[in-house]
């Protein structure tokens, strides 16, 4: 079955960048693309980005461009979500999420990893 | 960007009752929206898309509806794992945008 398991829970101070890994298995990693969510405490979900894991391809939204790299290792069947310059407006639950490909233009999520809590203070 | 709003933001309801959950897009969006729920301290799931699609293995308790800018989620016949929150997505455009969320809640 499709699993995503994210990386631990992170405590980050102003400024910096954190990093969430997100290793997918029981599917063909190169065939699906993988979209990263967050959800801040009490608000909606928020879509951030989406890797292509077969070339590495992304697209970002423009809230977020600049300061966040989406990349992925084929070999380790692995994604990552970097996002730099870390304000406690950044406190949140971040998924990662592949991709379901249907006659939509965007692809929706069909599964989810856990999720990964960032916390982001002084 | 497309905002999503949906109504109500929360709702109380008994096992057995037939509940309705809105979406309203800001602009058309033809069917391209998925419905989500998401239970406490986990990562969503998705139940709907296509506007009306039903995912697999999701009960057929659940239904959506609607095209262009209103949306309907559906729930026929309330069962206790039902309690959580539901969240709409459109998938029309770039970046796929969020409703608020629904909170059902027993009642």
């Known amino acids: 079955q499709v699993q995503l398991v994210q990386s631990g829970a992170e405590v980050k101070k102003p400024g910096a960048s954190v990093k969430v890994s997100c290793k997918a298995s029981?599917?063909?990693?190169?065939?699906?693309?993988l979209n990263w969510v967050r959800q801040a405490p009490g608000q909606r979900l928020e879509w951030m980005g989406w890797?292509?894991?077969?070339?590495?391809?992304?697209k970002y939204s423009q809230k977020f461009q600049g300061r966040v790299t989406l990349s992925r290792d084929t070999s380790a069947t692995t994604a990552y979500m970097e996002l730099s310059s870390l304000t406690s407006e950044d406190t949140a639950v971040y998924y990662c999420?592949?991709?379901?490909?249907?006659?939509?233009?965007?692809?929706?999520?069909?599964?989810w990893g856990q999720g990964t809590l960032v916390t982001v203070s002084s | 960007d497309i905002q999503l709003t949906q109504s109500p933001s929360f709702l109380s309801a008994s096992v057995g009752d037939r509940v309705t959950i809105s979406c309203r897009a800001s602009?058309?969006?033809?069917?391209?929206l998925a419905w989500y729920q998401q239970k406490p301290g986990k990562a969503p799931t998705l139940l709907i898309y296509?506007?009306?699609i039903l995912q697999n293995g999701v009960p057929s308790r659940f239904s959506g509806s609607g095209s262009g800018t209103e949306f309907t989620l559906r729930i026929s016949s309330l069962q206790p794992e039902d309690f959580a929150t539901y969240s709409c997505?459109?998938?029309?455009?770039?970046?796929?945008?969020f409703g608020q969320g629904t909170k059902l809640e027993i009642k």
């Open positions: 602009q058309g969006i033809s069917t391209h």
């Open positions: 296509g506007a009306s």
């Open positions: 997505q459109q998938l029309n455009s770039y970046p796929p945008t």
């Open positions: 890797v292509n894991a077969a070339n590495g391809n992304t």
């Open positions: 999420a592949r991709v379901m490909y249907s006659s939509s233009p965007v692809p929706g999520s069909l599964h």
């Open positions: 029981g599917y063909t990693f190169t065939s699906y693309a």
